[in-house]
């Protein structure tokens, strides 16, 4: 038999451990299940609405109600004090902790294109300033916004090794949660380019409110961005087509530049690595040009590195 209402609450309101930082995902699940309780009709059908059940004093509807309803307001407080203690970490330059569990190194490359509690985490942390409403003209070729799960954009700095000397470009970066990440976890620069303004604003006024001077963002079509300035290269399925198809010619000739270049000077290799996420994977994987370090998936980050 399933516990009822009042004990699930007495249980989760004397479990201190739910009320530390690390509990995020926990505390999620609790609130997603409060949610539920939040509504007298749920709680108990025993009993009329906002009746007490005279058999339990600490019960009924409306006290279940209420209950669940301080209990998610600790629930959250707790939640906005991690992201407080996280945004306070970046402001004075240091990896939170947070983001440096998720980049030590693991044989599990995570998959599936949903959502989890690590995006709460980010979207709390980041608290993105709504965009206006979008302005940019959107073609058939020209995919809409969604965000990167953030799962993938760790596993993308554990996978493509990310470090100090690498500048990181983000072709089609939306509100920039692929270069504000990159650029709090690492030593790297992050570069998003984006065409439509209001998310340029946005990603913008965030890496501002947190002091991230090593992210820029710039507003422009995808397909005149500088690519000279970058050693990897991200795509989230930007645009399709014959957009695609010319970045991908753009960022070949970008792999033959530096590989002439370092040809002539005999200088250390740095080559560029193209990583991918979403359908644009398979169109990558076609390029004669490009090797994959795993085999590609729409679901997972896959890096690709100019074939020698
Ligand atoms: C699927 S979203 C990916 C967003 C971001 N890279 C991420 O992973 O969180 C694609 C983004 O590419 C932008 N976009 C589409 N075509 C573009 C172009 N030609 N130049 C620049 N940005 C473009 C869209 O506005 C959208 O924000």
């Known amino acids: 038999m399933p516990d009822s209402p009042e004990k699930l609450l007495s249980q989760w309101e004397n479990t201190d451990s739910l009320f530390v930082p690390d509990q995020l995902p926990l505390r999620l699940e609790i609130l997603d299940r409060l949610e539920v309780l939040d509504q007298p009709e749920v709680s108990d059908q025993s009993a009329g609405p906002g009746q007490l059940d005279a058999r339990f ?18 629930l959250e407080a707790a939640n906005v004090e991690l992201y407080a203690s996280i945004r306070s970490s970046i402001r004075q330059g240091s990896v939170p902790a947070a983001f ?19 995006d709460e985490l980010v979207a709390g942390v980041f608290a993105f300033d709504q965009p206006g409403e979008a302005r940019a003209p959107a073609g058939p070729e020209n995919v809409f916004y969604q965000p990167t799960p953030a799962r993938h954009i760790f596993s993308l ?74 050693t990897v290269f ?14 991908l010619y753009r960022l070949r000739a970008q792999a033959n530049l530096r590989a002439q270049a370092e040809q002539k000077v005999k200088a250390a290799p740095r080559p ?3 990583c991918t996420f979403g359908p644009c994977t398979i169109t990558v994987a076609q390029q004669r040009w490009l090797v994959p370090d795993t085999s590609p998936a729409e679901d997972r980050i896959t890096v690709f590195r100019a074939r020698s």
């Open 272 to 274: 560029i690595r193209i």
């Open 234 to 247: 991200y795509l989230y399925t930007p645009f399709t087509g014959s957009i695609l198809r010319t970045v």
């Open 157 to 230: 700095i554990r996978q493509a090794g990310i470090a100090a000397r690498d500048v990181l470009l983000d072709l089609g970066s939306g509100l920039g949660h692929v270069p504000l990440l990159v650029s709090a976890s690492t030593s790297a620069r992050a570069i998003g380019v984006e065409f439509e303004p209001a998310y340029v604003a946005s990603a913008r006024s965030c890496a501002q409110k947190l002091n991230l001077d090593r992210v820029s963002f710039l507003l422009e079509d995808a397909r005149d961005a500088d690519l000279s300035i970058a």
């Open 57 to 74: 004093p600490e019960s009924g509807p409306a006290i279940v109600s209420a209950r669940a309803r301080r209990l998610r307001a600790r």
């Open 100 to 118: 440096a569990r998720q980049l030590e190194p693991t044989p599990i490359q995570p998959g599936g294109l949903h959502y989890d509690y690590l």
